[in-house]
């Protein structure tokens, strides 16, 4: 809309060039009046009539702009009807449709998948850890038999070597 506003500001220059001519020649006087309090007392109407020439253009401006922008929103508004109109623009429409459709869906089957990976991930991480437990408990079994067994065999070659001295004495007579 930039663009509006420059070629509003443009043809203004070319309406208003006198208008514009006198704004610079107030502008000067009121500079010099700023610099030269005597000059005031010469024209003192020189601020009010530079602010009104002011006002002028930029309302003119103001104006135009508003023109140019209704007049660029109708010449819009003709294009768009124009490809409503058009089969090939609604069939590209539509194509482009389904293909928004079909990402979508294709995003919602990723996002599908990635949640049953974590899913299964956190399974195969639940089943190892179960595993790793029940080998544990099999190994601290195993572990216990066999010391259970070691304390047997030992008891049972204590109660045999105390059977054999006992046998030994006894024909020894002792």
């Given at each position: 809309m930039e663009h509006i506003s420059l070629m509003a500001q443009e043809q203004v220059e070319i309406e208003m060039?006198?208008?514009?001519?006198?704004?610079?020649?107030?502008?000067?006087?009121?500079q010099m009046m700023q610099q030269n309090p005597q000059m005031a007392q010469q024209?003192?109407?020189a601020q009010q009539q530079l602010e009104a020439l002011q006002n002028k253009v930029e309302s003119r401006i103001a104006v135009l702009i508003a023109e140019l922008t209704e007049e660029f929103l109708n010449e819009e508004k003709k294009i768009?009807?124009?490809?409503?109109?058009?089969?090939?623009?609604?069939?590209?429409?539509?194509?482009l449709d389904l293909k928004a459709m079909e990402n979508e869906r294709k995003a919602k089957d990723d996002e599908a998948r990635i949640n049953l990976d974590k899913v299964k991930l956190l399974q195969g991480d639940r089943l190892a850890r179960d595993k790793m437990e029940q080998t544990e408990d099999i190994a601290n079994l195993r572990a216990k038999v066999t010391m259970d067994k070691q304390h047997l065999a030992n008891k049972a070659k204590r109660q045999s070597d105390l059977t054999k001295?006992?046998?030994?004495?006894t024909l020894k007579g002792r």
């Open positions: 060039i006198q208008e514009i001519q006198q704004i610079q020649q107030l502008t000067q006087q009121v024209n003192p109407q768009n009807n124009m490809l409503d109109g058009d089969p090939l623009v609604k069939l590209k429409a539509q194509e001295r006992y046998d030994v004495r």
